[in-house]
């Protein structure tokens, strides 16, 4: 049996794009160039009938070290917690204030993207943040 090298994280949302776009601007992802044919990923959607139209969107990693990231549209909205979510990495190794410090500069830069602080979770040594995304997705800041 081979062991799995790569993977993907999917997002079920009702904007894919916007939401991808989030996470683009959160993790520093970028879409992937436009499928062959087309000279931008408009003239892609153009090509696309009305109900296709938009339905997905997709980012990568530009270091190629992360994984790709999906957003695919789905008709009912999200009603409870999300059972997997993302963990924010911009902590690591700090501890104390000095951890805090970073993930509040974090949180401050991630709030005019439309995410939302939820809770802070720090007991003078570890600490992570609760947010949500622009659909409410919950995800850390860690």
């Not at 087309?38 to 992360?66: I, K, L, M, Q």
Request: charged share 25%; hydrophobic share 35%.
């Amino acid at each position: 049996m081979s062991s799995i090298k790569q993977f993907q994280v999917t997002f079920d949302c009702a904007e894919p794009e916007r939401v991808g776009r989030f996470w683009c601007e959160v993790l520093g992802y970028v879409p992937p160039t436009p499928p062959q044919g087309f000279a931008t990923w408009d003239d892609y959607e153009d090509s696309r009938s009305p109900e296709e139209r938009g339905s997905w969107f997709a980012c990568t990693d530009p270091t190629g070290v992360g994984p790709r990231l999906y957003f695919q549209r789905v008709p009912e909205g999200k009603v409870v917690k999300n059972r997997v979510h993302l963990d924010v990495r911009v902590g690591t190794g700090l501890v104390g204030e000095e951890r805090l410090a970073a993930l509040e500069a974090e949180c401050a830069r991630l709030l005019p993207l439309g995410a939302v602080r939820v809770q802070l979770l720090y007991d003078g040594h570890d600490s992570c943040i609760a947010m949500q995304d622009i659909e409410g997705n919950e995800f850390c800041i860690d």
